[in-house]
């Protein structure tokens, strides 16, 4: 049974920071891109962030030189680190891992807000 389970969100103020982890399991992870999407209420999803299984990265504008996203193939585990966070950063995050298939996490709430 394929699992991925995010972890780290929550509530912090403008200009804080949060790594956000998403643990899988059930799958080989060293085969998979992994992606880090949100959604805030009301509006689309976005994909914020990805990362190929050889490591090449990919950022949305909107976090271009604020967040970074890493993976760690021993740990079968994607992160998202985020700076400088803004109030607009508030939304339901969801990893991704896709390679013949695709598997998305259950999602976890950032909060960015005074």
């Known amino acids: 049974q394929v699992q991925l389970v995010e972890s780290g969100g929550g509530l912090v103020q403008p200009g804080g920071s949060l790594r956000l982890s998403c643990a899988a399991s059930?799958?080989?992870?060293?085969?998979?891109?992994m992606g880090w999407y949100r959604q805030a209420p009301g509006k689309q999803p976005e994909l914020v962030a990805s990362?190929?299984?050889?490591?090449?990265?990919n950022y949305s504008e909107s976090v271009k030189g604020r967040f970074t996203i890493s993976r760690d193939n021993g740990k079968s585990t994607a992160y998202l680190n985020m700076n400088s966070l803004k109030p607009e950063d508030t939304a339901v995050y969801y990893c991704r891992a896709q390679y013949f298939q695709t598997y998305w996490g259950q999602g976890t709430q950032v909060t960015v807000s005074a």
């Open positions: 059930g799958i080989t992870f060293r085969n998979y891109g």
């Open positions: 990362i190929t299984r050889g490591y090449d990265t």
